[in-house]
Each structure stands twice: as structure tokens, then as C-alpha cells.
């Protein structure tokens, strides 16, 4: 075998190697995806807890059904810009709920609501009923975090919640964690916002980059068994045989 064949061989199977050990990482990251997935809908499809009974091990709290009742406190909600919703730009209207006999507030994801900025909004429009009940799933609230919070100079608004920040806005301690209302009882003199939708448990792009990545370790090998076979025969890379011209006498 030429050197030349044999260098491209030993190239093209290393390449074909790394592409299979790629494919096989995206087949254990689809199998952690699925194992994520089917923890989460176990939650999330569990029967509402209260909030309080939860909260004893807030390290298994996330995505988990909750339950608990309060006030709402509408002069410290906040407002997390940039949210979409089909397409839509808006907002989130986040609002501390206070439960009787608790010094902590919960902040409860109340839903989305057209902003054509996706930051101003006339909060007074989406009041509910003070006194409520909220169901929903749980979600951390970060401890600390990098990067710009604020999105604007008003105070209320914010690109996401960052406890550090937040013990800033609010005049009381908050919960670890906030509820995404997912609730849509409306009663009469209500304006709700539209709730959100429980996290789609989807398996992302895994299984399609590992069936790639396979796909060109096979081109790989293939390319390599051409070579071989195209140097066999000694037709590898042939050079065209150079005619002298004839001089005539």
C-alpha cells in the first residue's frame, strides 16, 4: 500500500472514531434527557402539596405541585420583561403573596400579558382577587447571580429574579422558590393573566445529532475502503502519462 493511501486510511478511520464516540455522547445525553423527563412529569402530574410541607426539603421542591393560600401583595409586584407567548412579545406579572401567620412572602408567577415593548404594562388592569389560592408548580429563585437585572430605570422591572436583588425591592424576606400559577379559575371583577403552561418535556435535538455523527463515521470509512481499494489496483490519485511531442526532422 502507498504511503499516501495509507496516510489518508489512518486519517479518515481517526476521524470516523471521534464521530462514533460523539454519536454515543448524544445517545447518553438523550438517556439523561429522558431520565429528567420522566422525573419532571412525575411531579408535575403529582397530587398538589401545600407549600409549607414542601418546603422542608426545598433541595426536591423544584417542578413539584403546590398549594397555598395568602394575600396578594399588588404594591410590590414586579414585572419580568421580555416573555413571549405565541409569538407575541409581553410580560410576566410576578406578585408576592403573603400567607397568614408567615413573615415570608411567596412570589407567584401570576401568567403573561401583551406589552408591544415587552416591558411596559399597566399592572393596576391585572388585579385579581386579593385573598386567593394558588396552585401551581414550584421553580427556584436563584441565590445570586451575574449580570444585569434591571431593564429599565422603573423599579419594578426586571430581566429575571435574583434573590440578592430582590431583598433590595421587597420589605420582607421571600421563599427560596416562586409558583408558576397555573390555575384558571376566573371569578367575576377579575382580570387574570393568561396562566402559563407546564415546561415542555421534550427530548431535544440528541438522537438527530448522534444519528449524524454516526452518519459521518460511516462516510469516513467508506471514503477509507475506496482509497484501499482505488490504491489496490493502482489507480490512486494516477497522474496522466506526458506524450513527448515529435520533432520533425
Request: glycine share 8%; with cysteine; aromatic share 6%.
Amino acid at each position: 500500500m502507498s504511503r499516501r493511501a495509507l496516510t489518508f486510511m489512518v486519517f479518515a478511520i481517526a476521524v470516523s472514531a471521534g464521530c462514533v464516540r460523539l454519536g454515543f455522547w448524544q445517545l447518553h445525553r438523550l438517556s439523561e434527557r429522558r431520565a429528567l423527563n420522566a422525573m419532571l412529569a412525575a411531579r408535575l402530574t403529582g397530587t398538589p402539596a401545600s407549600v409549607s410541607e414542601l418546603a422542608r426539603d426545598s433541595a426536591t421542591a423544584a417542578f413539584r405541585r403546590a398549594t397555598t393560600s395568602g394575600t396578594y401583595d399588588f404594591s410590590n409586584e414586579l414585572v419580568l420583561a421580555a416573555r413571549t407567548r405565541q409569538g407575541s412579545p409581553g410580560v410576566n406579572i410576578v406578585t408576592p403573596l403573603r400567607p397568614a401567620g408567615s413573615d415570608t412572602a411567596i412570589l407567584v408567577n401570576r401568567g403573561w400579558v401583551y406589552a408591544p415593548d415587552a416591558m411596559t404594562v399597566d399592572l393596576s388592569r391585572w388585579h385579581e382577587r386579593p385573598a386567593a389560592t394558588v396552585t401551581g408548580y414550584l421553580l427556584a429563585v436563584d441565590g445570586s447571580g451575574r449580570g444585569p437585572v434591571s431593564a429599565a430605570m422603573h423599579g419594578r422591572v426586571v430581566r429575571r429574579l435574583v434573590r440578592d436583588s430582590l431583598a433590595h425591592r421587597l420589605p420582607y424576606p421571600i421563599a427560596p422558590f416562586l409558583i408558576v400559577a397555573t390555575d384558571s379559575v376566573v371569578t367575576a371583577g377579575d382580570s387574570t393573566p393568561a396562566r402559563l403552561g407546564e415546561p415542555v418535556l421534550d427530548e431535544g435535538p440528541h438522537l438527530g445529532y448522534a444519528l449524524q455523527w454516526f452518519a459521518f463515521a460511516l462516510i469516513g470509512l467508506v471514503g477509507a475502503a475506496v482509497v484501499a481499494r482505488a490504491d489496490k489496483r493502482g489507480t490512486l490519485l494516477a497522474r496522466p502519462r506526458t506524450v513527448a511531442p515529435r520533432v520533425r526532422q
